[in-house]
């Protein structure tokens, strides 16, 4: 893919739109924002160009802490645990004490099709094959308990599996799960089906995702 320079002119006009908005006269918000952030809300979301947490729920400068990753990955609390991702969350958890963590993962992940088609072939390096070992333990299950399925239906359900997986680490580091206890966090996990624009989230009580918000109905008549 070749670097265009139209690119670059588009990102700045952006920036110049955003200043307007931001930095008008009327427009207070980076007052505030300047003496410290004070996000309500961690968001765990996927590298993915597609899948940007901000655009997608209209989310103001402020609003949430955000650590992206290939797949929306958490690996478990453990001394070796890389240090990226943990750090952020510990960040988020203990000093800026955050009210809620959101894992978002969506539909057509490319970390996910990695981990249940390895790259045959030997590359020069394998940082992603490596890093979604993490979700190893999702996938052996998928692969036996949904063996007569589909793969477009293991892919599915390795992508929500993953979700769950990831809020599952985050009860292994211990100040985390205190306040989840303590009734001072909640979690959530949301996935984001690009194919028809829903967004599900996991129902720990019917133990399964419910659309939170339903596609548009042309949309979905469209791609039946
Ligand atoms: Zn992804």
Known sequence: MRAKMEDIEKFVRGFSRFQQQYFSEENTLYDALRAGQRPTTLLIGCCDSRVDPMLLTGSDPGDMFVVRNIA?????????????????????????????????????CGGIRALLAPQQEARETDFVERWMRIAAPVRERVLRDLAHKSSEERHQACEQASILQSLDNLLTYPWLKRRVEQGKLMLHGWYFDIDSGALMAYSARQQQFLPMVCPIPTRARAIE
């Open 72 to 108: 929306n990955l958490v690996p478990p609390c453990a001394p070796d645990a890389p240090p990226g991702v943990s750090s952020a969350i510990e960040f988020a958890i203990c000093n800026l004490e955050v009210a809620r963590v959101i894992v978002l993962g969506h539909a057509r």
